[in-house]
């Protein structure tokens, strides 16, 4: 008589299938929901801090008058009000309408401050430390969880895995539903089946924007962002013909002008060496007969095109140039489509750089919009938006625990994974487009070799660990 085991019918073999599916969704998603959760929270609250008070203070409200102040009083108002002889300023940020302060950023030795004078009567209205606010606590949390490089990998890994979890989840989904119409608005159920529809639902409508979100996210990581796409998108420094001097150790953008850990020069260009004065490349700018102070910097970023807010950076040093920047990513437009950025030489007034968003690579500009919508930058339509995308991200992590939670029998000790005393074979038609996915992002790799380990040697040769996970 033939004993030997009967192959499993069609059905079996795929319950199987999505028995795995959702085992390694589960493993996944209990590492990326409390991370999830952190950066929904701390986005929804930037983006609310963005929008009362300003991501520098420049929301604050002041009296329109008939005349505006020259720049010059109102910058040694804003370095006065430090009482300090060694204080300068270093750069400026234009009111962002009519009604609203001037922002200068004054630094006094090692200590950067700014300050917020009403361009009218060119009196300084508040006085505040650089970068410690509300807004800069949330984003500092958002980008690495004040862990420094370590946090910088356990963020990128999370978002790398959700990359994962969102394709994973898509599966699930499908073979409970069958339909796209049942994906999108299913019929929610009872009890746990509640909770599944409603992660279901909530992960559906969500996923394409929170897979543009990882991606916008870990491009600007340490690994995936600084060591894969970035240095292969940024700005060719030489399209200009400015280079720096190969004898001097010129300072890419993102050293000079992202000195605290807000980012605020656009991802394509933080890589690229700064131009430097001195030169007799470039081409006409401000007249060489009139001096290049802040005043004529001015009128020159708004006689070539820049209006509302924009910025001034200082030159640094004998080689520095001044700046002048607007982009959405600082919140200074509601379009990435205006991203502009000049250098002038701070001696001869030469224009040695007019870079724009179509001058940047197809990558970086696609890192511009979705920076932008990522941010909440596009107007009042994309900050509702994102108010709601937060708190749906939210949700779906919280019924993710709830379902888990409600699935654990009475008083149980662990984990309890799904099939977790069920002997799975891998499922390489699955198994190889998630290994290749995880192949473009380094930490998901080496976070899916992890749980590999984890659930196919250590929970079956450690009885003291598997009980945990069973």
């Known amino acids: 008589m033939n004993t030997a085991n009967p192959s499993p019918n069609p059905a079996q073999q795929a319950n199987r299938r999505y028995l795995l599916v959702w085992r390694w969704h589960f493993y996944a ?47 040694e108002a804003a370095r006065a009000a430090l009482q300090s002889e060694t204080a300068s300023v270093v750069q400026y940020l234009s009111p962002r309408a009519g009604d609203m302060v001037a922002v200068f950023r004054v630094n006094d030795g090692d200590k ?47 978002a790398s895995l959700t ?28 009890g746990r089946s509640a909770w599944r529809d409603i992660h279901g639902a909530v992960g559906a409508w969500v996923s394409l924007v929170l897979l543009l979100f990882c991606l916008s996210g870990i491009a600007w990581a340490g690994i995936w962002g600084g060591k894969v796409v970035q240095a292969w998108n940024q700005f060719p420094a030489g399209k200009w013909g400015v280079a720096p001097n190969p004898e001097s150790d010129a300072e890419t953008y993102g050293r000079l002008l992202n000195d605290g850990k807000t980012k605020e020069v656009p991802w394509v260009l933080e890589l690229t060496p700064m131009p430097q004065s001195g030169t007799t490349l470039g081409k006409d700018g401000i007249n060489p007969s009139e001096p290049m102070t802040l005043e ?77 919508l990522h941010m909440g930058t596009l107007g009042w339509w994309s900050v509702a938006t994102n108010i709601v995308f937060c708190l749906a991200v939210i949700l779906m992590c919280i019924s993710g625990f709830v379902m888990w939670w409600k699935r654990r029998p009475e008083q149980a000790v662990g ?27 380094p930490t998901a790799l080496i976070a899916v070799l992890l749980i590999a380990v984890l659930d196919f040697v250590l929970l079956s040769r450690i009885p003291a660990l598997g009980k945990w996970f069973k």
């Open 296 to 372: 004529t910097v001015d009128r020159y970023a708004r006689e070539i095109g820049f209006q509302g807010r924009y910025q001034v950076n200082f030159p640094k040093g004998e080689k520095g140039v001044w700046t002048l920047s607007q982009d959405s990513m600082s919140y200074d437009d509601s379009s990435p489509f205006i991203d502009r950025t000049v250098h002038l030489d701070q001696y001869s007034g030469r224009q040695l750089a007019d870079i724009r968003y179509d001058d940047y690579s197809w990558f970086g500009k696609f890192m511009a919009v979705s920076i932008a």
């Open 415 to 441: 984990l309890h994974p799904p099939a977790a005393n069920i002997n799975l074979p891998v499922w390489w038609a699955m198994a190889v487009p998630l290994l290749a996915v995880a192949l473009l992002f």
């Open 29 to 75: 998603g209990l590492f990326v929901a409390p991370f999830l959760i952190l950066l929904a929270v701390t986005g929804l609250a930037m983006l609310l801090f963005a929008n009362i008070s300003g991501r520098e203070g420049e929301r604050i409200r002041v009296e329109p008058q008939a005349v505006v102040q020259p720049l010059s009083v109102q910058a």
């Open 112 to 158: 950067a401050m700014m300050v917020a004078v009403d361009p009218y009567n060119a009196q300084a209205v508040k006085v505040f430390p650089r970068n410690q606010d509300g807004y800069h606590l949330m984003d500092e949390i958002h980008s690495d969880i004040l862990l420094g490089a370590f946090g910088d990998y356990l963020l990128e890994t999370a």
């Open 163 to 190: 990359i994962l979890l969102i394709i994973t989840g898509f599966y699930l989904w499908w073979s409970k539903q069958g339909r796209l119409k049942n994906i999108f608005l299913p019929k929610i159920g009872s």
